[in-house]
């Protein structure tokens, strides 16, 4: 039988539900499986009725799996341009912890991408610059702010200072609650450094 729209006029727009309703009737429900036919998709259901008789269900999941392969779609596209973009990136969570960082991120302070989601802010930021870092991301963090954009020093593995143009972003989920937060991180030791040099020879 089939359980589509048109078939059973009781079962739209809750198809989910009014299946299990059918197969809690009975006493013999079987794994789901699901096939493609004619370019659609379809979840069967099958059930062994007293009588020995079968009964089957077709549910139509083509837009669901059509949305699941668009959001695996986005998903690689975004790791893909994650990990391979020259500026340092990051996604921290709702606690301020790092939980992925990119290549160039790990590589601009000296640490492997796993050594580097071990660490604190507190503990890659510059002494002086921690008490800055701590009220920008408890802004972020608590959604008084969306965005924000620092310079900063960082703390390199071999103990040298590194300078960044820092940017941290807020990302919310479809309910519009705070989900994560998205930071980048760009290179700027050089241009400090001449910046430094400049000043100290027009003293």
């Not at 998709?41 to 077709?58: C, E, M, N, P």
Request: net charge negative; proline share 2%.
């Amino acid at each position: 039988q089939q359980a589509e729209s048109g078939h059973f006029p009781e079962a739209e727009g809750r198809i989910d539900e009014w299946v299990a309703g059918q197969l809690k009737k009975h006493n013999n429900p079987s794994a789901d499986y699901e096939i493609l036919r004619d370019n659609r998709w379809f979840r069967v259901r099958k059930q062994k009725l007293a009588d020995g008789s079968v009964i089957t269900f077709h549910l139509n999941i083509t837009d669901m799996k059509q949305r699941e392969e668009a959001l695996r779609e986005s998903e690689e596209k975004f790791r893909s341009a994650f990990e391979k973009t020259a500026i340092g990136m990051a996604l921290g969570d709702m606690e301020g912890r790092l939980i992925l960082v990119n290549d160039a991120f790990a590589k601009f302070l000296g640490y492997s991408q796993t050594e580097l989601c071990a660490k604190t802010p507190a503990e890659i930021s510059h002494p002086e610059d921690q008490e800055m870092t701590a009220g920008i991301s408890a802004s972020i963090l608590s959604g008084k702010s969306e965005s924000a954009q620092i310079e900063k020093r960082y703390l390199h593995r071999n103990g040298s200072v590194v300078w960044a143009m820092t940017s941290v972003a807020l990302v919310r989920n479809v309910l519009g609650e705070p989900y994560c937060t998205v930071v980048q991180v760009q290179d700027i030791t050089a241009r400090k450094e001449a910046e430094l040099a400049l000043r100290e020879s027009e003293e």
